[in-house]
């Protein structure tokens, strides 16, 4: 059976990741999303909502299972039996990035393999940092994210300014 993993932040999920996800969940028999834990990013969403959201969207691929990880990528995917890192490429600035991120990981790793996908062209522009951009200054984020997404962001929002 093969099996991938993409990892990442998702805070939020955005068109992007959708496309991705699609698209390896179709190439393998199971993808296992992998949403870092990551301490030193103060978060728009924490981890459980995170991982919520990404159920929602994913809702109608069974062979897609979503769990939260801790530490490196490679120990993770050993610990989920993948041999595969998926990661979306938009630009030659992701490209630069990536290619360092998968290098590392396949010294760490040289059974693990990176397979990149070029994100589809409707969505290179589209990344979770500009959505959290939009939201500082009001702008629409209806190209960016889906309306389950985006409903849970202005909760979120409304919330915030509740407190
Ligand atoms: O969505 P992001 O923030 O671009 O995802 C980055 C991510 C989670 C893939 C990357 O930061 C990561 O794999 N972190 C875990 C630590 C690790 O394994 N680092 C080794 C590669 S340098």
């Given amino acids: 059976m093969s099996i991938a993993v993409y990892p990442g932040s998702f805070d939020p999920v955005t068109y992007g990741h959708i496309d991705m996800i699609r698209r390896a969940a179709a190439a393998f028999d199971s993808l296992v999303i992998g949403v870092l834990i990551n301490y030193t990013k103060k978060p728009l969403f924490d981890i459980p909502e995170r991982i919520e959201m990404l159920k929602e969207v994913t809702a109608d691929l069974p062979n897609v299972k979503i769990t939260s990880f801790e530490g490196l990528v490679v120990d993770f995917c050993k610990q989920q039996k993948a041999k595969t890192i998926i990661r979306g490429v938009r630009s030659?600035?992701?490209?630069?990035?990536?290619?360092?991120?998968?290098?590392?990981?396949?010294?760490?790793?040289?059974?693990?393999?990176?397979?990149?996908?070029?994100?589809?062209?409707?969505?290179?522009?589209?990344?979770?940092?500009?959505?959290?951009?939009?939201?500082?200054?009001?702008?629409?984020?209806?190209?960016?994210?889906?309306?389950?997404?985006?409903?849970r962001i202005y909760k979120k929002l409304e919330d915030k300014t509740e407190k």
């Avoid at 290098?103 to 994100?119: G, M």
């Avoid at 959505?131 to 009001?138: G, I, M, S």
């Fill in 92 to 151: 030659f600035s992701d490209f630069e990035f990536e290619m360092i991120m998968a290098q590392t990981n396949r010294k760490l790793d040289p059974e693990i393999d990176t397979f990149f996908l070029t994100t589809s062209p409707e969505y290179s522009y589209v990344s979770s940092s500009s959505v959290r951009e939009l939201l500082t200054f009001d702008g629409d984020i209806t190209a960016f994210v889906p309306e389950s997404v985006k409903k």
